[in-house]
């Protein structure tokens, strides 16, 4: 599967994290999160504009993303919070788009869905912020709006309670499996809001107040 996802997707350029709060968990009856691997062919700077035909559906997660300031090998779980947060380079405003490859996406359970890459369709990223230390995760607003219209509203502590909450749950969920963090790599830790169902000719932004935006066009 691995050999497949990279032939399909290019590298791979870090990680998702899908199920991240109780809402998600119980509409695709799963137990917990899963994870997913982040492709370079399907990573996109903000603002992106990309063909809505290529979708079988536009399933906007407007979502927190971090990038990885050195490697994180595997080792000894649970990793300390201290250790995970000195390994960030800072914070990332995304939107991830879910789709899926199952028309009954909703029932088929985690192995499909993981089968499924996560269902991670694409990801959309906007600007580092590197004194994101300074922020509180938790408490940040989350919005999307769509043509200029606000349709959801939601803030971190959606995410695990906290992104970084998640990105610990990733930390160990990988070393797991003898798996670690690069240097470089983006994680996305899962959305913040409701998720909305974008349509072609949608202009979407997810405004993540002082950790920034992204934006996408569906043309």
Request: some cysteine.
């Amino acid at each position: 599967m691995a050999n497949w996802l990279s032939h399909y997707g290019g590298e791979v350029s870090g990680y998702k994290i899908a199920c991240t709060n109780s809402t998600a968990q119980r509409q695709l009856s799963v137990p917990g999160p899963f994870w997913g691997q982040l492709l370079s062919a399907l990573c996109f700077a903000s603002p992106a504009r990309l063909d809505a035909s290529q979708f079988f559906m536009r399933v906007i997660e407007a979502e927190f993303g971090f990038r990885m300031a050195r490697n994180l090998p595997p080792g000894a779980a649970p990793r300390s919070h201290e250790d995970i947060v000195d390994a960030v380079e800072g914070v990332i405003p995304s939107i991830e788009i879910v789709d899926s490859r199952f028309d009954d996406w909703l029932r088929v359970g985690a192995p499909s869905l993981i089968s499924d890459n996560a269902c991670n369709a694409a990801w959309v990223h906007g600007p580092l912020v590197a004194d994101w230390r300074e922020l509180n995760l938790v408490e940040q607003p989350v919005t999307v709006t769509v043509n200029g219209q606000l349709v959801r509203k939601g803030s971190g502590a959606a995410v695990l309670g906290s992104p970084l909450n998640a990105l610990a749950w990733l930390v160990d969920a990988l070393s797991a499996r003898g798996i670690g963090l690069r240097a470089g790599q983006y994680i996305t830790t899962g959305v913040t809001t409701e998720v909305y169902f974008a349509e072609q000719g949608d202009h979407v932004i997810g405004d993540f107040g002082a950790a920034g935006t992204a934006e996408v066009e569906f043309c």
